[in-house]
């Protein structure tokens, strides 16, 4: 079945360092690509989406490209912000006769040191 | 701005008592999920609702379970009888009526098993 593969955490960095966080998608169709954050006892917010092959969702100064030769969709920030520091979740949700349920990767947890 | 609300935030029970988490979506939203994540684990797909019925249901999501939306406002997901291993945080969604809209997730209820 369809799933979401994301680089393991925690990853540390001090501010204004550059920030990748890697994501693999395996699906049989053509899914919509998501990045969701959560910031300490918040839920989930959506930060960017992707809904076809070579869209870029940006937001926040935080870019995503949806590659589909190579099935990724990695998280990237040029400058990141001590505000930044949360855990940030890959989904993808198959366009295939569904109610656009998201399917989630584990999760990266993200600290920025001052 | 609306917003996603769950009660409780933290729900501790002993194994084999029913649980009802409560959610209320955003007013004008039409589809409904509840997602859970396992600590340390992936979020999860349980279950979508819409027109007052499940639309799409996950393994996870087995006879122990059940939603319903009682009032037109809340939307519930209750346990049978709980196991250790129902032991998760629990987030509910909402979407509006056009495809692939975003998402809004709740804060997430917490339920602990003994």
């Known amino acids: 079945g369809d799933s979401v593969t994301q680089m393991e955490g925690p990853v540390t960095l001090s501010e204004e360092a550059f920030l990748t966080i890697n994501c693999t998608y395996t699906?049989?169709?053509?899914?919509?690509l998501f990045w969701y954050v959560q910031y300490p006892g918040e839920g989930l917010q959506l930060l960017l989406k992707?809904?076809?092959?070579?869209d870029k969702g940006s937001n926040k100064g935080f870019e995503a490209t949806y590659r589909k030769e190579t099935t990724s969709f990695h998280l990237e920030k040029g400058s990141v912000q001590v505000s930044d520091s949360a855990v940030y979740f890959c989904?993808?949700?198959?366009?295939?006769?569904?109610?656009?349920?998201?399917?989630f990767g584990k999760g990266t947890k993200l600290s920025v040191k001052p | 701005e609306p917003e996603v609300t769950q009660t409780p935030s933290h729900q501790v029970t002993q194994m084999g008592q029913e649980v009802i988490l409560r959610c209320v979506p955003i007013?004008?939203?039409?589809?409904f999920y509840w997602y859970r994540q396992i600590l340390g684990q992936k979020v999860e797909f349980l279950v979508s609702?819409?027109?007052?019925?499940?639309?799409?249901k996950s393994e996870i999501f087995d006879d122990q379970f059940s939603v319903e939306r009682p009032d037109g406002s809340n939307f519930t997901l209750k346990i049978r009888s709980t196991k250790l291993e129902d032991s998760a945080m629990y987030f509910c969604?909402?979407?509006?009526?056009?495809?692939?809209?975003?998402?809004?997730f709740g804060p997430g209820t917490r339920l602990t098993v003994l």
């Open positions: 969604a909402s979407r509006g009526l056009a495809d692939y809209n975003e998402q809004f």
């Open positions: 007013s004008n939203h039409l589809y």
């Open positions: 992707a809904t076809k092959a070579d």
């Open positions: 699906a049989t169709g053509y899914p919509s």
């Open positions: 609702f819409y027109n007052n019925e499940i639309s799409e």
């Open positions: 989904a993808l949700s198959d366009r295939r006769g569904s109610q656009g349920n998201l399917i």
